[in-house]
């Protein structure tokens, strides 16, 4: 075998070599990022994310009790940092399509078939802001009454509002798994569960 083709030899073999250890390394860093998203995310990348969170769209089905009577709505929610907040009810029909938003210090409602005055009356929870994942994350950044349990693949965030006797306590439940919410509990001063929110679909940007 002559020089040329020695040497023709060594280069094919020297890029094949950098091709394969390029592909390798392409392939190992796609499967690590893939599961940092996964199972191998930790518990404080999750609550970090979470409370980091600049936009986010819900659908979420609340569970509202008053001493009268118990309420259950399935909504639309959307939160624009730092103060644009939406939310639309879905269900029941009666009072669908009623929307709700906030922009700094206003609050708008859209509705054509339903007096402005009765949502205010019948729908207290609803305008109040405790519902809104926003306000929880507020909250457990500003408050020092605030503790963190892991529990069933679920990390658990408890925050304590003093100034309130009916959303004293409040819980989010987050997935391990999706790192998103799953559920959130707010009760009163006697730990009486008043708001049950399940979230039904979650998207949000960090």
């Given at each position: 075998?002559?020089?040329?083709?020695?040497?023709?030899?060594?280069?094919?073999?020297?890029?094949?070599?950098?091709?394969?250890?390029?592909?390798?390394?392409?392939?190992?860093?796609?499967?690590?990022?893939?599961?940092?998203?996964?199972?191998?995310?930790?518990?404080?990348?999750?609550?970090?994310?979470?409370?980091?969170?600049?936009?986010?769209?819900?659908?979420?089905?609340?569970?509202?009790?008053?001493?009268?009577?118990?309420?259950?709505?399935?909504?639309?929610?959307?939160?624009?940092?730092?103060n644009i907040?939406?939310?639309?009810?879905?269900?029941?029909?009666?009072?669908?399509?009623?929307?709700?938003?906030?922009?700094?210090?206003?609050?708008?409602?859209?509705?054509?078939?339903?007096?402005?005055?009765?949502?205010?009356?019948?729908?207290?929870?609803?305008?109040?802001?405790?519902?809104?994942?926003?306000?929880?994350?507020?909250?457990?950044?500003?408050n020092n009454?605030?503790?963190?349990?892991?529990?069933?693949?679920?990390?658990?965030?408890?925050?304590?509002?003093?100034?309130?006797?009916?959303?004293?306590?409040?819980?989010?439940?987050?997935?391990?798994?999706?790192?998103?919410?799953?559920?959130?509990?707010?009760?009163?001063?006697?730990?009486?569960?008043?708001?049950?929110?399940?979230?039904?679909?979650?998207k949000f940007?960090?």
């Open positions: 075998m002559n020089r040329n083709k020695l040497l023709k030899r060594i280069i094919v073999i020297v890029l094949l070599i950098l091709t394969i250890t390029f592909l390798f390394i392409f392939f190992y860093m796609n499967k690590s990022k893939k599961m940092k998203f996964g199972n191998t995310m930790s518990s404080q990348e999750i609550i970090n994310n979470i409370l980091n969170i600049s936009e986010y769209e819900t659908v979420i089905e609340a569970e509202i009790k008053s001493n009268k009577n118990t309420n259950k709505y399935i909504m639309k929610q959307k939160y624009i940092a730092p907040l939406e939310q639309e009810i879905i269900e029941p029909e009666n009072i669908q399509g009623i929307k709700i938003i906030k922009k700094e210090n206003e609050l708008k409602v859209e509705n054509t078939r339903l007096d402005i005055s009765k949502i205010y009356n019948d729908y207290e929870y609803m305008t109040d802001n405790c519902m809104d994942l926003n306000t929880f994350i507020d909250s457990y950044k500003s009454e605030k503790k963190v349990e892991e529990k069933n693949n679920e990390i658990i965030l408890y925050t304590e509002n003093k100034d309130s006797k009916y959303t004293r306590y409040r819980a989010l439940y987050i997935s391990k798994e999706t790192g998103k919410p799953t559920k959130m509990e707010i009760k009163d001063d006697s730990k009486k569960t008043l708001i049950y929110i399940l979230y039904k679909e979650v940007t960090s």
